[in-house]
């Protein structure tokens, strides 16, 4: 199993563009989150999802929009970019059940200039 | 939400036993006690989640005094590889539980030679 992937590792953008994240599992997991870390800070949840097509918001969800049209993928979009996103997103995923064991991705390192 | 309180860096040897205790005085009665760990440029890992007592698993015990305000991770003989950030979270079980995930600063933990 590869776990959780995130696509792109690194990203550079000018403030205004607009892209996405896209994460994916392969352990048939329920629920699936976005996560930011900032420098020298704890995770900050975005947006999460307690399964295919739904959504919704955690603690810091303005500019950020998602999607989960399909289990194994959770989109993260950013639809103009702004300084303020320049953060490491990481995305998880847990099994329907009351243990919290969330299983992480790599993290993509996002720079907004 | 039940807050933590953790110390913010520790240093330690190889081959000691670490102990790092969190604060959690407002814990509710149906939380649990998860803690995470934070390589550089990694996804945070669980490493272990208690209720009350002792929990052990090949990695790491969990001590939970019988008022549940505090907790105490506790590595065993510590390597380089442990060198990390260590995230104590106290999670509210149940629907509604997964957005309530708290990460904050964490521990540092630096293991010298």
């Known amino acids: 199993n590869a776990g959780v992937t995130q696509t792109p590792k690194f990203r550079v953008l000018k403030t205004g563009q607009s892209m996405t994240l896209l994460c994916a599992q392969d352990m048939n997991h329920e629920y699936m989150y976005w996560y930011r870390q900032d420098p020298g800070m704890g995770l900050r949840l975005i947006h999460y999802?307690?399964?295919?097509?739904?959504?919704a918001k955690g603690e810091v969800p303005d500019g950020y929009n998602v999607s989960r049209l399909k289990k194994q993928n959770f989109l993260l979009g950013l639809e103009s970019a702004a300084p303020s996103q320049t953060s490491v997103y990481f995305c998880?995923?847990?099994?329907?059940?009351?243990?919290?064991?969330?299983?992480f991705g790599p993290g993509t390192r996002l720079t907004v200039t | 939400l039940a807050k933590t309180t953790q110390p913010i860096s520790m240093d330690s040897y190889e081959g000691q036993e670490v102990n790092i205790t969190c604060s959690h005085n407002n814990i509710a009665t149906n939380d649990y006690i998860t803690w995470y760990q934070q390589f550089p440029s990694q996804g945070p890992r669980f490493i272990i989640q208690g209720y009350k007592t002792k929990v052990t698993n090949e990695v790491a015990s969990l001590f939970i005094p019988a008022d549940r305000k505090s907790s105490t991770l506790s590595l065993p003989r510590v390597s380089l590889s442990d060198t990390a950030v260590y995230y104590c979270?106290?999670?509210?079980?149940?629907?509604?539980?997964?957005?309530?995930?708290?990460f904050g600063a964490g521990t540092r933990l630096a293991v010298h030679p």
């Open positions: 979270l106290v999670v509210p079980p149940g629907a509604g539980g997964y957005n309530k995930l708290i």
């Open positions: 998880a995923s847990s099994p329907h059940s009351i243990s919290y064991e969330q299983y």
């Open positions: 999802s307690v399964g295919e097509g739904t959504t």
